[in-house]
T-cell receptor, first 110, second 112 residues
């Protein structure tokens, strides 16, 4: 099945620092989604990117889809303790089967 | 705000027993999914369901697994003969469009 690699696996930041997680695929993607999972919680949909080079912002979160549609990034500016959790990217090739990345676990140190 | 609900929140069963995990998707949604997540690992796709039939299934979803939408509101996942390695958190999700998915809180399945 579709493989998506996420880096880093873990990231510890001081509150107020920035954070970025990357999602990489060996094949061209039709779209990519990002989810956040709080500790002990369930995945929560954040955004979907479809167009090559697309950039979308949600408050302190910036999502980018690469020009070749093989990679994506999620950047958080000035992290807060509420940003703690694991961030997953998810891709689909058929539209009904979703492959989640390995996730980046973010710890924010107050 | 509408949400996906799942019952039970925790199920403990003995190896070889059958379990049924239940989900109530958001009422006007059309696409339904089951995922599992082994502790500390990534979310793994099991199956998607649309128009009263399975649309996709993964290699994990073998003959031991089945899904049903028995009454137009519930969506169930049955594991016929549980194995130790089936221990995981099972998430149900639903979607109106087939893209943005809303996940339920999960059922933690422990097989002893």
């Amino acid at each position: 099945g579709q493989q998506v690699m996420q880096i880093p696996q873990y990231q510890h930041v001081q509150e107020g620092e920035d954070f970025t997680t990357y999602c990489n695929s060996s094949t061209t993607l039709s779209n990519i989604q990002w989810y956040k999972q709080r500790p002990g919680g369930h995945p929560v949909f954040l955004i979907q990117l479809v167009k090559s080079g697309e950039v979308k912002k949600q408050k302190r979160l910036t999502f980018q889809f690469g020009e070749a549609k093989k990679n994506s990034s999620l950047h958080i500016t000035a992290t807060q303790t509420t940003d703690v959790g694991t961030y997953f990217c998810a891709v689909t090739n058929t539209g009904n089967q979703f492959y989640f990345g390995t996730g980046t676990s973010l710890t924010v140190i107050p | 705000e509408p949400e996906v609900t799942q019952t039970p929140s925790h199920q403990v069963t003995q190896m070889g027993q059958e379990v049924i995990l239940r989900c109530v998707p958001i009422s006007n949604h059309l696409y339904f999914y089951w995922y599992r997540q082994i502790l500390g690992q990534k979310v793994e796709f099991l199956v998607s369901f649309y128009n009263n039939e399975i649309s996709e299934k993964s290699e994990i979803f073998d003959d031991q697994f089945s899904v049903e939408r028995p009454d137009g509101s519930n969506f169930t996942l049955k594991i016929r003969s549980t194995k130790l390695e089936d221990s995981a958190m099972y998430f149900c999700a639903s979607s109106l469009t087939g893209w943005e998915q809303y996940f339920g809180p999960g059922t933690r399945l422990t097989v002893t």
